[in-house]
């Protein structure tokens, strides 16, 4: 099976060169994928002459560029020839099987969703990332897509989780868990605990709520929440280990042995950083479309743009969304069939209720 | 001015070893305050005893304890005469200014809540912590009391928020952000948006929408959050600590080389270490209630308990409650004057309405 991945040539900070050598650097390390760059021709052919690429990239001509400051609905109107447009139109049509943007996020997504739409028994889609935990990788979503959610879409969530992990990271029983403020299951908000309740009943993966500190225990495969959350606890983690990496700076400066130290410590330091370098995980994944669509980090280089890639390819091998939607149409049947049984019990209580029984 | 506080000699899982300790390295770090100990005598004998203190505290018999497990309104229902309650009726009735407690966090809360109640203009109480940042220690209120908020309780928050940043941090002009997913004000849902919107006309501190990495840079001096965002934030943050802490030592570990450069860094590990120490950001001041409470963590030790009783003692010190009062009422009556401003635009509007006029 041959994979066709679209690379939009003109989003985030460093395109078109970052776009060009993360493609090179997935040839190098062995991707079979053939790519097309959307954009610009003569800036994509110019940056393709001048690192002397040898290999054969296709090339899909877009005329526009949505810029990063850009409002989406805007973009959205009067940008139909965007690159971004033009890479989920690919998509779309099935001329490719995944597309990469470094791109404008809010204009990614609302294109996506727009060209796309969900994948049938999917209501929205959720971004997920995985992030490092002590005992490896762990998925988390949603990173921001939806800022409300329903139980529903947490379910939905859930579920996108669950199908990737067991078939991404290959987890046999993968662990699901639903990020709330306590473990135990009177915790959180009602969103929260209607969710709580819901994946007890539906879901074999789901191991009850976990709190922020486990997501970096290993504690799970899989953590949930909805979007405003998730991206406060991304930029939380960001935000920690920025500062930690500074205060760590700072001290092996702060005396010459501490410097005569560092130099000692310097490749521990290094295998120290490479554990949470966030290009390795770059490549956030918009689960729950009907196509593959993944965002990269607008200043991705073109090493973090490489694992954008990597992570397009692993959806499309493992065929995450045709799972998802499967399982998802399960789900879905087996909710109809509860609201009709519990239709039928609430009729049932009504009869009894005019017979003068009293529900306390 | 003589500072009177309240420590519960029985909470938390090193009480009351902790609690005699803390309040010795007070003493010893020059503290003026008359300490009362709350709990069952013979233990508190028996531990002033055993370390031979000198000091002459008071003791409050207190014979029950609240488990650390115990269900908060259970705990509120059946211990009458817990120390957790006996500490908070000591503030209602103005025999000490202040009460400590590693106890159990939610029924220290509901009890502190039950006994006290909010400060007049204040509709509840939040959980605030101060956190390490690159440039010195920012506030983040509410840390879990609330995890549903209306826009006026976040709004409360700020003003909280405001006031210990002037009094306590000696900030001048401190800067209060609202936690959000992005700085552009569209960003974030309602209740945040709303919020934001509200801030800006009441509030000159108030400098706009905050993203969580942003929280450890430095660049305000409060974040405001709803306790559910908040909890989740802080254990985040917490959790990529340890986890990253656990990744530097295992880079030390790794080769003769790095433990022999260990060595010689040490010192300077220990400098970073001490720059995020959790003891040091110990005491969880409840903000908003009428009267000053302040929860340490239940596996504070005695060195962190002394900087839960510092908190207390500051918050004393300042007066924060009395001019957080000051500002909610007059903020009150600001908003009720725009509410009445308000009915009168709109009966306005309504008569221009009635006349025929459409509005868009």
Not at 320 to 327: D, F, G
Request: net charge neutral; glycine share 10%; with cysteine.
């Amino acid at each position: 099976m041959i994979i066709r991945i679209a690379l939009d040539a003109m989003g985030g900070d460093n395109a078109p060169q970052s776009v060009v050598d993360g493609a090179l650097r997935a040839i190098a390390a062995g991707s079979q994928a053939e790519f097309t760059l959307v954009g610009r021709e003569e800036v994509i052919r110019a940056e393709l002459e001048r690192v002397g690429a040898k290999h054969d990239f296709r090339i899909q001509v877009a005329s526009q560029v949505v810029g990063m400051g850009e409002k989406p609905a805007q973009a959205m109107r009067s940008k139909k020839d965007s690159s971004l447009r033009v890479g989920a139109n690919l998509v779309k049509e099935g001329r490719v099987d995944a597309f990469v943007s470094s791109g404008n996020t809010g204009a990614l997504m609302a294109t996506a969703r727009f060209v796309l739409k969900t994948l049938p028994g999917i209501d929205r889609p959720a971004i997920a990332s995985l992030m490092p935990s002590i005992t490896g990788q762990v998925l988390m979503l949603d990173l921001g897509a939806n800022v409300d959610c329903t139980a529903d879409h947490l379910c939905q969530f859930a579920l996108m989780g669950e199908v990737f992990a067991s078939s991404v990271l290959n987890r046999d029983n993968p662990k699901v868990g639903l990020l709330n403020i306590g473990s135990e299951e009177e915790k959180g908000n009602e969103v929260v605990k209607v969710a709580g309740e819901r994946l007890k009943k539906i879901s074999r993966c789901f191991v009850g709520n976990v709190e922020a500190t486990g997501i970096f225990q290993g504690k799970v495969d899989v953590v949930v929440c909805d979007g405003f959350v998730g991206n406060v606890s991304l930029k939380t983690a960001e935000g920690v280990a920025s500062m930690l990496v500074h205060f760590l700076r700072e001290a092996f400066n702060h005396s010459w042995l501490a410097k005569l130290g560092y130099l000692l410590v310097r490749p521990a330091f290094k295998r120290f950083r490479d554990r949470f370098d966030p290009r390795v995980y770059n490549g956030a994944m918009l689960l729950g479309l009907n196509g593959v669509v993944v965002k990269s980090h607008g200043s991705a280089d073109g090493f973090a743009f490489f694992h954008a890639i990597k992570a397009a390819e692993e959806l499309v091998t493992n065929r995450v969304n045709e799972k998802t939607q499967a399982i998802a149409l399960k789900m879905q049947a087996m909710a109809q069939l509860d609201g009709n049984n519990q239709r039928d019990n609430d009729s049932r209580d009504t009869t009894v209720a005019t017979n003068g029984d009293v529900h306390g």
